[in-house]
């Protein structure tokens, strides 16, 4: 550890990168969506995290060694490899259907599931501030669709689709991130997710278009390499966030992440672009959001003693 770790000002600065860096996302990949097809954006994004990370890895000599995995090893790397393959591609087409501040409301449920599979797969006790955070967050859910719950409850029209998308995302995010966890004891977490970077952007190969990216306006080129390297750059920071202080603090500012993106989407629809349309959300649609963002918190600083840091990629990211 460096003499700089432990200092929770820094550790408060880069979660706010991170915070910010996934706040922005969303947007961004809604915008690429007018330019090209969920799953080749999807490899784009591997692609080129394959290459950084590797490279990075190559370098300091820390590749993984996949000879150490037994058969429970194997088993947990195709788990983790498919949950976060599911997360990538599921977040984007629900992001098709569904505005940015909606996609990263649900999304909220993808650390919670996570709560709940540590209870059931790996033994881990949930404290009763967590409990509180629960109840705070599915009546948030609610009170945010308020004024859809109507549609959504027949299952009809695209903000449907959208939720029942980004609902699969963050189940199989869930899987991921179990399936990572227990991966430790094999390979580092760098390790983990360089093979699965590789894997996904090999399988991912048949069902793209890359060849697609030489029709892309400069704006276009723009949006791709800046979704690219926002999840690389939000990694790094999450990961110095997570060295200098507390995971549950970490967790707990990164929960804002989706009142950013409503925020950004209201900067950016007033701006001549018509790249970004604002959230239609009424007042009581933004207390939802708060509520969501509260519980979610809660649920991250509740069980602060008793919980391991959670794997560093966050569900969609």
Known sequence: MTTEAGNWRLGLFYASVTTGAWGILPIALKAMLEYMDPITITWYRFLAATLIAGGLLTLTGRLPRLRSLDRTGRILLFIAIAGLLGNYVFYLLGLAYSSPG??????QLAP???LVGGIVFLGESFAPLQWLGLATLVGGMIVFFHDRLGQISRLEGDLSKGMLLILTAAVVWTAY?????L???????QGVLLVIYVTCTVALMPFSAPASAANLTTWAWLLLVFCCLNTLIAYGAFAEA??????SRVSAVISLSPLLTILFAYILGWLPTGYVNTENLDALSVVGALLVVTGSATCALGGARRRKPVPAVGPGT
């Open 102 to 107: 909606t996609t990263q409301v649900m999304i």
């Open 112 to 114: 919670l599931f996570l």
């Open 177 to 181: 991130a179990l399936a990572q966890k």
């Open 242 to 247: 997570m060295r200098h202080w507390q995971a």
């Open 183 to 189: 991966l430790m004891r094999y390979l580092t977490a």
